[in-house]
């Protein structure tokens, strides 16, 4: 059964300090996003990468916020230093095809104290 | 004006009914439409794919499309409870030469027995 996995589940950590996100995209898929999911600003669309490429990563806060495709079977997120705002549940999606879905990974639900 | 929009909800509807879930997009390029599923604490889950003016039909859900609009639409036929959930459109056009995925904010559907 083909699916997005993404580690950790939950991270709880104190301000200032590094979080690194990983994803695992589905074997094949040559897209990848990184979203952020709150109450209050939905699904938020940080970094888009195709082919290993990053093609856009303008919603994303960039003094803290960095986005890389080291293989192609691995993507992560990393946030340093982590602020109390960051507080979300971040979720990888990958997809097949240019005009295709994206199908989405469980989520790191970040809590910054 | 954000470039998905949707009415927040909730949408409460009683068991049996058909829930009609309304989405504009402000994008005249887009290209691809989807519809995800998402239970409260859970990751976002594909439900129907839209690429063309009209009705798709797939079990109890039709989508339409009506691109000239700008409007997509989602609806579930003899609704369950289980079908309560946060429903997000969308949209997948070209933006700045390659293609975007953005999603509404949501609407949430509530079906009672």
């Known amino acids: 059964d083909a699916r997005v996995t993404q580690t950790p589940r939950d991270k709880v950590t104190e301000m200032g300090q590094e979080v690194t996100m990983r994803c695992q995209p589905i074997l094949g898929h040559n897209t990848v996003f990184w979203y952020r999911q709150t109450m209050m600003q939905g699904l938020e669309l940080l970094a888009y990468?195709?082919?290993?490429?990053?093609?856009?990563d303008s919603g994303m806060p960039k003094d803290r916020f960095s986005a890389e495709m080291p293989d192609a079977t691995l993507a992560t997120l990393k946030i340093q230093p982590s602020e109390p705002r960051d507080s979300a549940v971040y979720f990888c999606?990958?997809?097949?095809?240019?005009?295709?879905?994206?199908?989405f990974g469980q989520g790191t639900r970040l809590t910054v104290v | 004006q954000k470039e998905v929009e949707q009415n927040s909800g909730p949408l409460s509807v009683p068991e049996g009914a058909i829930a009609s879930l309304n989405c504009t997009y402000s994008d005249r390029g887009s290209q691809s439409f989807f519809w995800y599923r998402q239970y409260s604490g859970k990751s976002p889950e594909l439900i129907m794919s839209?690429?063309?003016?009209g009705d798709k039909e797939d079990g109890r859900f039709t989508a339409q499309l009506n691109k000239a609009s700008q409007y997509v639409s989602l609806l579930i036929r003899d609704s369950q409870p289980s079908d309560s959930a946060t429903y997000l459109c969308?949209?997948?056009?070209?933006?700045?030469?390659?293609?975007?995925?953005?999603f509404g904010a949501g609407t949430r559907l509530a079906v009672h027995p």
């Open positions: 990468f195709r082919n290993r490429a990053p093609l856009d």
């Open positions: 969308a949209v997948k056009g070209i933006s700045g030469g390659y293609n975007k995925l953005i």
């Open positions: 839209i690429y063309s003016n």
């Open positions: 999606a990958s997809g097949l095809v240019h005009e295709g879905p994206a199908f």
